[in-house]
């Protein structure tokens, strides 16, 4: 019961603060391409220890040359590198098949709702930052909106712009597996932002 609550309200608050230590942990994990964490069940209620090989992450390298010029061309680079992730991660994970959202989804394998996508999107952008492949931003802690006020509670992956301290939301929980993760600035997605053609689940 408790799972299934959080797989759909992604309550992203209760899990990562009331009933956060499982969470915490993954967040404030040290990772690397041969040993990093990895959320799923819903709020975080399976890990599993995740490894990449040194020709997989060639593949994310990739994703970054030629090197970005500006900080908007690297967004970019990041969104692309976390969608190849994502594939990569999860036919090691069985998470290959989740759906964008949490609604209507728990009948499917595989499933993440916010606070897992949050969090592994979290240690992605630390595995590239170790790397020197981010030269413009930097992963900082997640952010929640909604607290039921103004809608669902939901959560999302957050980086800073190094130059302008401007932040932005890197939110891959609204499409499938494998696609480039929603990246805009934090106070839009605040504002309760959602894509258009967001697959409605």
């Known amino acids: ?13 209760l899990s990562a603060h009331a009933d956060g230590p499982v969470i915490t942990h993954v ?82 394998p595989g499933q993440l709702d916010c606070n897992d996508e949050s969090t592994n999107t979290t240690t992605y952008l630390k595995l590239m930052l170790k790397d020197g492949l981010l030269h413009f931003h930097h992963p900082i802690d997640t952010k929640t909106r909604g607290f039921f006020f103004n809608g669902w509670p939901h959560t999302t992956a957050v980086m800073q712009e190094n130059a302008s301290g401007k932040k932005f939301a890197v939110d891959s929980w609204f499409f499938d597996n494998g696609q480039p993760p929603v990246i805009i600035p934090l106070e839009l997605w605040q504002d309760g932002w959602r894509p258009s053609n967001a697959i409605a689940r």
């Open 27 to 108: 967040l404030q994990q040290n990772p690397t391409l041969e040993h990093f964490e990895f959320c799923d069940g819903g709020g975080c209620a399976e890990v599993q220890t995740v490894g990449l090989t040194r020709g997989e992450w060639a593949q994310i390298r990739n994703e970054f040359d030629p090197a970005a010029a500006s900080a908007e061309d690297e967004r970019e680079h990041i969104g692309n590198a976390i969608a190849l992730l994502e594939q990569i991660v999860g036919l090691k994970t069985g998470t290959d098949t989740d759906r964008g959202g949490t609604f209507s989804n728990s009948d499917y």
């Open 1 to 13: 019961m408790r799972r299934s609550f959080f797989s759909l309200l992604c309550l992203a608050t």
